[in-house]
C-alpha cells in the first residue's frame, strides 16, 4: 500500500474513531485499515492509537501527526484543483515560439483578437529561425514550416506552404517577361539561404505540360532572411520563388506579381504546423490557440489541406 493511501486511512481511522467506520468511509476492511495504521506506526517508530477492546484513543504524538498530515491532505486537494483548473481553462502564461516571416505576418496580427476573447491568458512570444527544443526550452507551442521530425511532438498541420514565382511589374517592364524555364537564364534570380542547413533552396519552375521540375539557376543575390528576399524582389532585384505567405501582401497591393501558379513541395508531411509536446492532457491554453488559429486561417482562404494561392491568377500561365 503506499504512503498516500495509508495516510488517507490514518485520517478517517482519526476521525471516525474506530477501524470498522475508517474501512467505511475508505471503502475497505477493518482489517487491512489495522494493518495500515501499524504499518504507519513502524515506519515512524511511533504509536498513533491506544487500542483496547473496547476503545481506540489516538495519542499526543498521533494528535499531533494528525494535524500535520490533514494540512498536507488539503494541501494537495488544492494544488490539485489549482492545476486542473489551469489545465482545463484558458488561462496562464501561453509560450509561443515561431518562424521569423510566419510570426511577422500571420500571427502577429492576429494577437489582439486572441487576448481580446481570452483575456486570462498571457503571451510570451519568441520570434526566430532556430529549430529549439521546446521540451528542453518549456516552449507551449511552435509555429513552425517545412518537415516535423520529433517523435516527442505532435505536429497539427495548418497550412501546406505553396510557392509562387513573384517578380515586381517594374523588373517585368525593364527586362521583358521569360516565357519558358529557360528563359530564366537570362533574368536574375534571388536565392534564399536555409540558416540550419546552409543549403539554398530549390527552384522549381513549370515544363511545356505544367510539371514543376527543379531546375538549376544561377542566384544573383543571396539572403537568409524571407522578408528580405520578399522586399528584394519588390525592389526589383530579380525573380524570387516565395512562401505564400511572404508573397500575400505584395501580390495583393500590386507590387508582386506571379508568373505561374502556385507550386506545392511534393513532400506530403510539408507544410505550416502548430507543434507541442505529446501529453496525455492537452492544456486549455494551448487547445484554443490552435482552435483559434485554424480559425483564423479559414477566414483568410486557408485550411489544413490548402492556401489561398490556389486562386491566385497568374500573369504568365502554362504554354499550352
Do not use: W
Given at each position: 500500500?503506499?504512503?498516500?493511501?495509508?495516510?488517507?486511512?490514518?485520517?478517517?481511522?482519526?476521525?471516525?474513531?474506530?477501524?470498522?467506520?475508517?474501512?467505511?468511509?475508505?471503502?475497505?476492511?477493518?482489517?487491512?485499515?489495522?494493518?495500515?495504521?501499524?504499518?504507519?506506526?513502524?515506519?515512524?517508530?511511533?504509536?498513533?492509537?491506544?487500542?483496547?477492546t473496547r476503545q481506540l484513543r489516538i495519542t499526543t504524538a498521533g494528535q499531533r501527526y494528525a494535524d500535520t498530515v490533514r494540512k498536507l491532505l488539503q494541501d494537495l486537494d488544492s494544488c490539485e484543483d489549482e492545476l486542473r483548473h489551469l489545465n482545463e481553462s484558458p488561462?496562464?502564461?501561453?509560450?509561443?515560439?515561431?518562424?521569423?516571416?510566419?510570426?511577422?505576418?500571420?500571427?502577429?496580427?492576429?494577437?489582439?483578437?486572441?487576448?481580446?476573447?481570452?483575456?486570462?491568458?498571457?503571451?510570451?512570444?519568441?520570434?526566430?529561425?532556430?529549430?529549439?527544443?521546446?521540451?528542453?526550452?518549456?516552449?507551449?507551442?511552435?509555429?513552425?514550416?517545412?518537415?516535423?521530425?520529433?517523435?516527442?511532438?505532435v505536429a497539427r498541420r495548418l497550412s501546406p506552404m505553396d510557392f509562387l514565382t513573384c517578380v515586381s511589374p517594374h523588373y517585368l517592364e525593364t527586362h521583358g517577361t521569360p516565357r519558358s524555364a529557360e528563359d530564366f537564364k537570362q533574368h536574375s534570380w534571388i536565392g534564399f539561404r536555409i540558416k540550419e542547413t546552409q543549403q539554398l533552396q530549390p527552384i522549381f519552375l513549370p515544363n511545356e505540360r505544367g510539371e514543376y521540375l527543379p531546375y538549376e539557376l544561377e542566384r544573383s543575390h543571396i539572403t537568409d532572411d524571407g522578408e528580405a528576399m520578399a522586399h528584394m524582389c519588390?525592389?526589383?532585384?530579380?525573380?524570387?520563388?516565395?512562401?505564400?505567405?511572404?508573397?500575400?501582401?505584395?501580390?495583393?497591393?500590386?507590387?508582386?506579381?506571379?508568373?505561374?501558379?502556385?507550386?506545392?513541395?511534393p513532400q506530403a508531411d510539408s507544410g505550416v504546423f502548430a507543434i507541442y509536446p505529446k501529453r496525455d492532457y492537452l492544456p486549455a491554453k494551448v487547445r484554443v490557440f490552435i482552435e483559434f488559429m485554424m480559425s483564423s486561417l479559414e477566414s483568410m482562404g486557408e485550411s489544413t489541406n490548402k492556401t489561398w494561392a490556389e486562386n491566385w491568377v497568374p500573369v504568365v500561365d502554362f504554354p499550352r
Open positions: 500500500m503506499d504512503k498516500l493511501r495509508s495516510l488517507e486511512i490514518f485520517i478517517a481511522t482519526c476521525d471516525s474513531g474506530n477501524f470498522a467506520a475508517a474501512a467505511r468511509t475508505c471503502n475497505t476492511d477493518p482489517s487491512t485499515v489495522s494493518k495500515a495504521i501499524s504499518r504507519l506506526e513502524a515506519q515512524l517508530g511511533l504509536t498513533l492509537f491506544q487500542r483496547s488561462c496562464g502564461t501561453l509560450r509561443i515560439n515561431s518562424a521569423v516571416c510566419y510570426g511577422h505576418l500571420y500571427l502577429r496580427p492576429l494577437l489582439q483578437a486572441f487576448c481580446q476573447r481570452y483575456p486570462e491568458i498571457k503571451l510570451e512570444i519568441e520570434i526566430n529561425d532556430f529549430h529549439v527544443d521546446i521540451i528542453e526550452n518549456d516552449i507551449d507551442v511552435a509555429l513552425r514550416t517545412g518537415f516535423v521530425k520529433d517523435s516527442r511532438l519588390t525592389d526589383g532585384l530579380g525573380f524570387a520563388q516565395l512562401p505564400h505567405f511572404l508573397a500575400k501582401n505584395g501580390l495583393n497591393s500590386g507590387a508582386l506579381v506571379s508568373l505561374y501558379p502556385y507550386f506545392r513541395p
